[in-house]
């Protein structure tokens, strides 16, 4: 069983920086694919950004290349995503969510909420204009 716990959402203004943390217990995050995703009010669950086995390869989601990454620390067992140039669409509740299985990094399957069998409780980012 795998536990992962959010961290590091809150309040803050267009144009600032958030680092979101996700720590898991009962695996090791390195051996497993994670992804974020988050969901605004009244819309879907959408994909934000995944990393592969091994912390290796990177996929994000295209309105957040190039402001966002996506990192994993071996020694805490925890996967970070740095948020910057916040934009107010950038608003909802953000997700990790983890793959124990498979044998390879498809970025368009692991793009898909579907391939994640385990997720956080989620963390609330909310960015004012």
């Known amino acids: 069983q795998v536990q992962l716990v959010e961290s590091g959402g809150g309040l803050v203004q267009a144009g600032d920086s958030l680092k979101l943390s996700c720590a898991a217990s009962g695996r090791t995050l390195s051996s497993s694919v994670v992804g974020w995703f988050r969901q605004a009010p009244g819309k879907e669950r959408e994909f934000v950004a995944t990393i592969s086995y091994g912390f290796r390869v990177t996929y994000y989601e295209i309105s957040v290349k190039g402001r966002f990454t996506v990192s994993g620390d071996n020694a805490k067992n925890v996967v970070h995503l740095q948020m910057n140039s916040l934009k107010p669409e950038d608003t909802a509740v953000y997700y990790c969510?983890?793959?124990?299985?498979?044998?390879?990094?498809?970025?368009?399957?692991?793009?898909?909420?579907?391939?994640?069998?385990?997720w956080g409780q989620g963390t609330q980012v909310t960015v004012s204009s």
């Open positions: 969510a983890a793959d124990p299985g498979g044998t390879s990094f498809e970025s368009s399957y692991y793009s898909k909420a579907t391939a994640y069998a385990y």
